[in-house]
């Protein structure tokens, strides 16, 4: 029961007091080129995380056309040192934010996707980033009750915002 009063109080919270989610503005037809093109280098595995960086100046370009918020995120981030570059085959994801420490690591494979999914992927660790405490709390409780956490809100919320700045860019 308590459990149950302590999600309750949450949603009251996040109707209160709602995460900021930014606005997304369509891509124009200049963009939705730009964003089918792989910039990056297909020797991504050899580059160093400062040449990582600087091969996602394209990406970044086109969101700062569609999000800027998850562009200056994505800088400032880069700028703090919160980004780390994974050189592993044996990680099967593109990149993880990690709520506790505010880092970002991305798998170098990231840099094999066109710069439109690319753009995507940023925007989804963005909204991981921004996600409020309650969501953090009814995540843990999800998980503590035996719900897969595939299927956590927080992975959903980010997934959401993913895919309306995907369809900004590619629609």
Not at 61 to 70: A, F, G, R, S, T
Not at 111 to 132: T, V, Y
Request: hydrophobic fraction near 35%; charge should be negative; glycine fraction near 2%.
């Amino acid at each position: 029961m308590t459990v149950l009063l302590c999600l309750g109080c949450c949603d009251v919270y996040e109707f209160v007091y709602p995460d900021q989610v930014p606005t997304i503005q369509p891509a124009s037809e200049l963009i939705h080129f730009k964003a089918l093109i792989n910039t990056s280098s297909n020797q991504s595995k050899t580059m160093s995380p400062e040449e990582c960086c600087t091969s996602l100046r394209p990406t970044l370009e086109i969101l700062d056309k569609v999000c800027p918020e998850v562009s200056q995120w994505a800088r400032e981030t880069h700028a703090n040192n919160k980004i780390e570059w994974i050189n592993s085959s044996q990680v099967n994801f593109y990149a993880l934010y990690n709520v506790m420490n505010g880092r970002v690591r991305i798998s170098k494979h990231f840099l094999l996707e066109n710069d439109g999914k690319k753009a995507s992927i940023l925007a989804h660790e963005f909204r991981h980033s921004r996600q409020g405490s309650t969501k953090f709390f009814k995540a843990t409780v999800s998980y503590l009750l035996g719900h897969d956490p595939n299927e956590s809100v927080m992975e959903l919320d980010a997934q959401l915002f993913e895919q309306q700045i995907y369809l900004a860019i590619f629609r």
